[in-house]
């Protein structure tokens, strides 16, 4: 191989494409080319090696005691923690005869000294590392959509007036500051608003007068967010809340101005607003049919520009939310929305069903009103969400099935038997249900049930215990190595996205969360020291890598017109997603051991 290979080959593999032409000439100098066959040992606890190893060809394992915990294949490399602190309790062994680069330790812990970057990556945690890594796969799709925050766009400054100010002063002022938005601050430093809409109803149709404290017309509170917040997460607010500004503070939360609608989608330039339009507007079955069939647009269009999965979910969730108000609205009598709540639960109730894959929704209907006033409307409500794209459930966890079409106290005794006649089932109904989001009608209908939920779960270890175990029913790779080589496939919600997604909300359910999202459950246990920051760094990193992966696989479908699936394609991988799913199944392999020691589900048969 010639020096100008070394050099291309080299510069392929991170992080040595951070090194200057000086290192990685001194790198080539003082690198050589080995072979090892099969079932050799290369390191190991009595054995630290003087090299740091780049694989051209072969594989090696490394084992933990008997136990395969990473494997590595072409381009990867090993082992710079026994170089730099010259031990390792685990050995690496070739799998597959061996051609490798090989670099002198002296060398490499002088690139270590000399560049900061090249020591950062081998230094960091594995969330760091694994940050790392997702900046490189994605810094050319990385745009203002990603990295933008609040900061930096307009904010316009804020006319603020205290609550007992007569109401043509504040006006007055508002010319001045060339604004039609009055923000009114209380004396407990809270804040509201008033528009110039506002100003037409509560005044000019009231026939109120303007020497009116604003506090009398203000709206309380005003909806705010951070100026160090990303701005995507000010146009999801935007858009869940259906308002047209927000105020902005700083980070000791005091107002520092105001964000306008116009402002972020111009930023932005996109057409969310266009479709959440629409879907406001929809009049008949047929116009929210074609709003709804604009959301895919939109999360191709996202994800395409490197916005997180986390961020997609939430706004594909707020707008899908709004297009079951709409339907439940316009197919449910006025007589009968009342006295009913419609509910999302599993992906949907969690946010997390960004392409539409299946249905999960319910209804709950107060006690004393007849069931089957509603049963002929859910019928119809399934049917249209179905023509809509939202594909039947196979367990048939819709609400036209009448079991999940039922009154409060109904719901309460179904509760009560799936604890007290624990089976698979009855676990994973209870965990579906347990995510559940209302979205139409009576919201304090569910309210209800989850409080009366969490009550039947005191002091239920042993249920728990089983609840809990769920986390472990599927297999999670230790290596990449036996489904890259053998198995073309992987179901990549049960290796990783489910284990992560039911351990956290086994851990939610005890700790009576009611958060449904897994990345604010993950938050708030954090905060309750459930869990460690770092193991919360960790499962966050991971659960948006291995749901990336999903969606950019279901896109992919999409456009192939293939069936929508959780499974990808191994070997279409690129060498920095395997080294990312690599450091996730770690992740969640180690969160299962912490779940099953949690919860003691070695006690239980």
Not at 10 to 18: A, G, T, Y
Not at 181 to 189: F, G, L, N, R, S
Not at 337 to 357: P, Y
Request: charged share 30%.
């Amino acid at each position: 191989m010639s020096l100008r290979d070394q050099e291309d080959f080299l510069s392929n593999i991170h992080p040595f494409e951070v090194l200057n032409q000086n290192q990685i000439n001194d790198c080539i100098k003082h690198m050589d080319i080995a072979y090892y066959p099969k079932d050799s040992t290369l390191i190991c606890p009595s054995k630290i090696s003087n090299h740091f190893f780049i694989i051209i060809k072969g594989s090696v394992y490394e084992y933990s005691d008997d136990e395969v915990v990473m494997d590595y294949h072409q381009e990867d490399s090993f082992d710079a923690n026994s170089l730099i602190y010259n031990e390792t309790k685990h050995t690496f062994k070739v799998h597959e005869d061996l051609i490798c680069y090989e670099l002198e330790k002296k060398t490499f812990l002088k690139l270590i000294e000399e560049n900061q970057k090249f020591k950062d990556f081998f230094l960091k945690n594995l969330v760091n590392k694994i940050q790392t890594l997702k900046d490189k796969e994605y810094t050319s799709e990385l745009s203002s959509f990603m990295i933008a925050k609040v900061e930096d766009t307009i904010i316009h400054e804020a006319c603020i007036v205290d609550e007992n100010t007569k109401l043509i002063d504040a006006i007055e002022k508002s010319m001045n500051f060339k604004t039609s938005t009055i923000i009114v601050k209380k004396e407990d430093e809270t804040y509201g608003i008033i528009t110039d809409s506002l100003l037409k109803v509560k005044v000019l149709l009231e026939k109120r007068t303007l020497d009116i404290p604003v506090s009398d017309i203000a709206v309380f509170p005003l909806m705010t967010i951070c100026n160090d917040d990303y701005l995507f997460e000010a146009l999801t607010v935007l858009i869940k809340r259906n308002i047209k500004r927000i105020g902005v503070t700083n980070n000791e939360g005091k107002m520092i101005g105001v964000l306008e609608q116009i402002d972020v989608l111009s930023h932005f330039a996109n057409n969310t607003y266009v479709v959440d339009t629409k879907i406001k507007k929809a009049k008949t079955i047929e116009e929210l049919k074609n709003s709804s069939n604009d959301l895919i647009n939109i999360i191709k269009s996202l994800q395409a520009k490197g916005v997180k999965v986390n961020h997609i979910s939430n706004l594909i969730g707020q707008l899908n939310t709004k297009v079951y108000q709409k339907l439940y609205n316009l197919v449910v009598p006025t007589e009968l929305k009342k006295d009913a709540c419609l509910i999302v639960m599993g992906s949907e109730g969690r946010n997390e069903q960004i392409i539409k894959t299946d249905q999960d929704n319910a209804l709950v209907i107060k006690d004393g009103v007849d069931v089957n006033l509603y049963r002929p409307y859910m019928e119809k409500l399934t049917a249209h969400l179905i023509d809509f794209g939202y594909p039947p459930c196979e367990g048939n966890i819709m609400v036209s099935n009448p079991f999940w079409c039922k009154t409060v106290s109904e719901y309460k005794e179904e509760t009560k038997r799936w604890i007290d006649a624990p089976d698979m089932q009855n676990y994973m109904d209870l965990a579906i249900f347990f995510d559940s989001f209302a979205v139409a009608g009576d919201k304090q209908l569910l309210i209800n049930l989850k409080d009366d939920l969490f009550d039947k779960l005191h002091d239920k270890d042993v249920f728990m215990a089983y609840f809990a175990k769920a986390t472990l029913a599927f297999d999670t790779p230790s290596t990449v190595a036996n489904f890259m080589t053998k198995v073309h496939y992987i179901d990549i919600k049960k290796t990783a996205v489910f284990p992560i997604v039911q351990g956290i909300r086994s851990l939610a359910l005890r700790e009576k969360i009611r958060e449904t999202t897994t990345v604010k459950r993950i938050k708030i246990l954090e905060q309750r020291k459930v869990l460690e920051k770092e193991k919360a760094a960790e499962l966050l990193e991971a659960f948006d890598v291995v749901n990336t992966l999903r969606l950019k696989s279901q896109l992919v479908k999409i456009l192939e017109n293939k069936e929508i699936n959780n499974e990808i394609d191994t070997h279409n991988l690129g060498k920095i997603e395997r080294d990312l799913l690599k450091d996730s199944f770690k992740i969640v392999i180690d969160f299962k051991k912490f779940i099953a020691y949690s919860f003691k589900t070695d006690k239980i048969s």
